[in-house]
Nanobody, 124 residues
Framework: QVQFVESGGGLAQPGESLRLSCKTYRFITSVFNPMEFAWYRQAPGKQRELVASIGRSTNYDDSVKGRFTVSRDNARKMLYLQMNSLKPEDTGVYYC????????WGQGTQVTVWGQGTQVTVSP
């Protein structure tokens, strides 16, 4: 059974960048190389959604277009997601899997983008 292991998540402030990696297991080269893969994310309390995909071409959800870049290394059977100009709404658990008929899901990697907050001053 194929397996996906995601890594690279963490805490970030708005505007910062993170690079996610996905190591795949048990794909033979002749199957991996033409396969379309995707990155998905699941925000708190929401369903998992497609963020970006890569096959012969790349495609992005409108919410990340121009900020995220998906790539792959067929020799290493790895997938990557470069995330720039992060926003609080990018917060969620990120998963990689096949684009069509996803296999078993990995543990994902948590990405948390903190808002800049707002100053509260209480005068006596």
């Amino acid at each position: 059974q194929v397996q996906f292991v995601e890594s690279g998540g963490g805490l970030a402030q708005p505007g910062e960048s993170l690079r996610l990696s996905c190591k795949t297991y048990r794909f033979i080269t002749s199957v991996f190389n033409p396969m379309e893969f995707a990155w998905y994310r699941q925000a708190p309390g929401k369903q998992r959604e497609l963020v970006a995909s890569i096959g012969r071409s790349t495609n992005y959800d409108d919410s990340v277009k121009g900020r995220f870049t998906v790539s792959r290394d067929n020799a290493r059977k790895m997938l990557y997601l470069q995330m720039n100009s992060l926003k609080p709404e990018d917060t969620g658990v990120y998963y990689c899997n096949k684009l069509r008929a996803p296999d078993s899901w990995g543990q994902g990697t948590q990405v948390t983008v903190w808002g800049q907050g707002t100053q509260v001053t209480v005068s006596p």
